[in-house]
Every structure is written in C-alpha cells, then in structure tokens.
C-alpha cells in the first residue's frame, strides 16, 4: 500500500510548524533575552567575537534560505510504501475489578475490597509492560470481561484495541480470541494473564521470537499452569478437555500439542499469583520501596576516549546501561564491556542504535544519553520523581559545557532559552520518558539527522516537557572545531531546512561536510 502526502511550505499543517518553533521567531525572542541586537551590522572583521554578529548571521542565512526556498519550491510528494505483510497480536485477557468477582481465592486473606484491588494493580502492571512490548510489528488488544467497555476504558485509557470476552469456560474463550486475532491479518497471537507480575518484555518478544520455527508456545507456571499461550493459526483441539485451574493444565495441553502432530516451545516457568501464599511474588513488584528501573541507552561511535567516564557517571540504583556501538573500529566495544555495561551493535545512525537500545531494554524509564556527556549526580532520583507524573512526557536536563569559555557560555544560555521556554530540548541534554511513553509515539524516527528534533515535537503533543534545574556535562568538542559562531550557523540552518522540507538526507550530507 503506497501512501502520498502532499506538502508545500505555506501549508496549513506547516504553518502550524512554523508558529510552534519556527527557527526566525525563536532566534528574534532569543536575541532579546540575551539583550542582542541581530540587526546590527558589523565587518567580518570583528564578528568571530561578537555575539550580536552570531545572531544576525544566523538571521540572515535563515532569511535567504527561506527566501531561496519559498520563491523556487515545487510541491513536493514524500511518498511511503508499507507493505501488507502479515503482524502480530499481543492479547492481555482480564477481568474489571469488581469486590467480590475477582481474586476470590484472595478474598478469606485480602477482604473482597483488597482482592479487587490486587486485581486492579496487577491489570496495570501486565498493561503496562504490553504497552512497552508493543511496536510497530505488534499491535495491542485487550479481551476483557465483567463490566461495560465505558468503565474498561475509563480504567485502563482509550488507546488499546478492546474485544470483550465470549462465553464459555476458558478453552472457548483462548480459542475465539485466536480465532478473531489470526483471520484479521495478525501472523502470529500471543495471550497472556495478568497473574504473572514476573512477565517481561523480553519474555513476550522470545515468545513471538518463538513461533517463527514453533506451532505453539507456552509459558508454564510453577503451579502447573500457564502464563502464556502463542498460535501461529487457530487450532481449537489444542485446547479441547484442558483441565483448567489445577495442576495438569500445562501437561494436558502439552498432550494435545504432540497428538496433534503441532512442535512445542516452552519458555522460562514463573510464578502465578492465585493464592495467598504467592503473594510474596507480587510484593517484590508492589513495594513502594522498589524504585523504577532506569535504561540508559548511550549510542556510540568510535568513543574509547570517552565511553568509560560516562559510564561511571551512570552508577545509581536499578541502573541498566546499555552501550549501543554502531561500528566502531577502536576499543570502545572493549572499554564500555569492562566498564559494566551491557554492550550490543547496530547499523550506524545515532536513531537506528537508540532504538535498538530500546528494545533490548528492561527499565521503566529510558534515558538516552551521548557518549561525550556526564550526568550530575543523584539523576536517578531526579528522573523517578519527574517520571512519576501523569502528565509528563519526557524531560532532560539543562546543559552545561566543559571546559567552560566565553563563548560556550553564550551557547549554553541560548540553550536554556531554548529549553525552558520552548520546551525543546536536544539529544546532547540527556532526554528521558518512560518506556510506554516511548513505544506510544513510535521511538525515533530512522533517519539521520534531527531525530531529537522529530521525537520531542511528538512528545510536546501527547503531555508536558520537563527540564530539571540541573545540568549534564557535555564535550566541547563540537564547538571548539567548528567554533561559536559556525556551530549555531550550522545548527539553526539545519531547523530552517527541516521545516522547510529538504530532506535530511541533504541535511545530513551537509551537515558531514561542516564537521
């Protein structure tokens, strides 16, 4: 299926762009704020030290560059082709927390109050860890049962995909989610309880990993159950006289699997949480002492000079580093491994790396963090408090330059504007957000420049930016070659273009001959 988008620059929806953060606007209130005046003229003589010359050179080449662009612009088709290949479907059955229909083996221990909030919390943790498994190769469905989808959707949000459940014990209600799942175009379906708080992300993706070479996979519980079930196609005798709730069920249904000629794949075995002795396995996932796991996903590229002092910078509690090499050819592989972190590669591009990053990560909140910038101390704690806020969707910090100059202090105010009061920070500022925040608006764009540009724009539209009042420590590097003066040129000439429409294949190759 092959989808045109039309677009010229004067475009209602470019127009919008362009009143959010057009690059001429925010460079003229920017200018003010740091009492400049862009509108002066001075010979090139003297402008490698004056910051009012910085700011109306930026200015000027951002007004020929539109004016190049505006008066010679042909309509552009960006054209995208997917193609119909078949997906795969995620399906998390549950029940509404009603006192007294739910978790009834809890309610002698819990009270039929406390047994519906188990019920409720243990939704929210399976949801929440579907969400992030969640991508663009599977989709999300929730199969629900004992109330109106209204309350449903009030309870668990209005962007997952609800079916209610059929009737009939649990065989016959497995066997038509399948059924629904695998003749609406999904090539594989893989259902889960919401029982097992053990689940990860990781766990979900072997499942589906599994079905390329299996016909059915399972995920057994210790109490003889299963916390998964994985088709490639329908196969209602598979689930025929399966002893539900007691200790063969796993076994039986293995049975039906070797005399239905069908090839097994059995995952790790984890606990259910069905009686009040396993509740123990949800405490360790409820307490509020738990603090959220932090990824932090550094992509990097020929960086052993740097690697290991940002690494060391990361140390704090439930931290996951994951260093995402994108072919290096000196040590850095070797250094960020015996550093600690957990080292993978990827096709060179700084959004291919973080995005495999992503995907390989167990935390709750991701951080995406440049090989050459040094986080402050305490950011773990910073980060969970900020991440706890519904309406957050994403943060970063405030930047600072090291070693510190004239101008990298001009640099970094310009910055701040940019940041507090725009709300858009770079990658270069160690951007942040929770891990469903991420999967929900589709991780980074893979393309080769601007893709921190791209993501914040999608995140400014689903919630808030947070920029926290303390600072990364990033390189000078970029600056001290290229200098204040073409760094920002270089920079605010790559916004003007992007909003413009040049595609950032231009962008990038341009940008490469800067550096």
Known sequence: MTKTINILPNDKYNRDLV???????????????????????????????????????????????????????????????????????LIVFTRFPKPGTTKTRMIPELGSEGAANLQRKMTEHTLAIARAARNNNVSLSVYYTGSELEDIKRWLGDDLDYNIQSEGDLGERLNNAFSSSLSNSAGKAVIIGTDCPDITTTIIASAFEALNDSDVVLGPANDGGYYLIGLNSPCPQLLKDVPWGSENTFKSTAMNATDLSLSLHSLEPLSDVDYPKDLPVWKKHSSPDRKDKISVIIPALNEALLIEKTIKSTAGDNIEVIVVDGGSSDDTKKIASK?????????????????????????????????????????????????????????AFHLSITPSTQSTRITERMVKFRSTFMKMPYGDQAIFMRKETFEKVGGYQDIPIMEDFDIIRKLKRTGHIKILSEAVKTSNRRWEKLGLIQTTFVNQLMIAGYYLGISTEKLADFYRRQK
């Not at 020929?64 to 997906?87: D, F, I, M, P, Q």
């Open 339 to 395: 550093a600690g972190a957990t080292v993978i590669t990827s096709a060179k591009g700084r959004a291919s790396q973080m995005n495999e990053g992503a995907q390989k990560a167990s935390g709750d909140i991701l951080l995406f963090l440049h090989a050459d910038t040094i986080l402050p101390a305490k950011y773990d704690d910073l980060i969970r408090v900020v991440a706890k806020s519904n309406q957050l969707a994403a943060g």
């Open 19 to 89: 009143n959010d953060v057009h690059p001429a606007n925010w460079i003229r209130h920017m200018s003010n704020h740091l009492n400049l005046d862009p509108a002066a003229e001075h010979s090139v003589e003297a402008q490698s030290s004056r910051p009012q010359d910085v700011m109306h050179r930026i200015r000027r080449a951002i007004q020929v560059c539109l004016h190049l662009r505006l008066t010679s612009c042909e309509r552009k088709s960006y054209t995208s082709t997917s193609t119909s290949t078949a997906g795969s479907r």
